[in-house]
């Protein structure tokens, strides 16, 4: 196929699209210790508004799988002025953009106003936070581990407080415009084992945060859509109506539309116009999630193929541009090797409809791996695509959210275009790539500047980048003597 210019970002969170987008931003909110703790700060009295509340028991196995939670680009992060610990699971992102001229596919009949995009993700709001004498009781999500520094804005081993969430948003509240719109990829209830949810506490979660976001953002339209999390048991997200896909539509009902809707509560996955040329898609990819049984045979779950061939088809034709939205991620998983967030087959079909469709899709955008990271799907002649990720916040007294860094300027890019990506990428890979030590700083969040990755790690890193369908990640591996 031509070559089209588009980017898709994978793993954690969001995939962006090229095209001109301007600048990201990423912002983190920082937490000093130099404010007064506020004592005894209970998930029950945190909450303004009624929602989930688990009543809870310390002592729950490894539920957050490392290997699978990953985020965006742009987000927010809290630190503390003297421990700069982070959140394990609080992955909150805001991604902002610009969706003005989109150059990567043909001129749209329509042309996109102005306007910015926000990512948020992975929230992670752990209900049974709270301050508590013994540490190995601070919350649900440690799992019995002790706490180690437990705030009012959480701690390192667990996930996100009320508080927390509430911080950001409200800061995300003072900062979106009403041009702008929010993509929401997902993952609301905590890290904890099956036992300790029930179909009942994933609603009230989700109904806590969407009423919390509609409150903070009262005049912005957002763009849901599931993780894995986002269901009971976690990861089982069936291809038929149930409970949750019909609560979260009754929920969700102030952004989407009739049409919209009726696909959501069928499988979970829908599209809608942003505005005339600018499409949301938000599919489902729990769907094609390895650990979901309730899929495992299925070739096309809940026919979301067929309707993304048709929905794709249709934009094609009305000359509209899209964003892809999911909660899974495309592609491979650049900290482990040889290994696709989504079943191999399903990934395959889904990067080859992404390569077909690649002159109407601008960008996409994904949660889960709570890093932040870029894809690039190129077909047989060069890019097509860029997919970033999200990010995680952070505990402590005091909650001020500061902003992280912005990708072109990190990497001196002129644009976010598909070619400047690629040129990115291809930037990575030598030794010593200066290029790689801040990528690698930023896709882990800032976390610690001094962790590295060579040899073995750096290839998997540089070939998930570059490649997303199998056949270009193996030859990238065997191009780097890892095949
Ligand atoms: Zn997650
Ligand atoms: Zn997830």
Redesign the pocket.
Known sequence: MAEAEKVSAHSAQRHLSPGSLPAQRHLSPAFSRAEAPVPGLSPRSEAPVPGAQSQTRPGAEPGLNQSQ?QRTRTRTKTRSSRTRTRTR?M?LMVLLCSVAPLTAAPMSKHHSGAGRMWHIT?L?LDPTFHLDPDPAHVCSSSKGAAALAPGPFGDYLCDAPYRLLLSALDTLGRMVKEDDFVIWTG?SPPHVPPAELSTDLVIQILANLTLTIQDKLPKVQVFPAV?N?DYWPQDQMPDSPNDIYSAAARLWSPWLQEGALQTFVKGGFYSQLLRPGLRIVSLNTILYYGPNAATLNSSDPAGQFQWLQGTLEGAERNQEQVYVIAHVPVGFLPFVRNTTAMRREHNERLSAMFVRFSHVIKGQFY??T?RDSLMVLRDQSGPVAVLPEPDRSQLQQRAQWRLEYVLTEAFALKDLSPASLLSLASDLLPPSSKAFLTYFNHFNVEFNPRLSCEGRCKVDQVCAVLNVAQSGYERCLGLQGHG
């Open positions: 939670d699971t992955w992975d992670h993952d993780g999390h949660g889960h709570h």
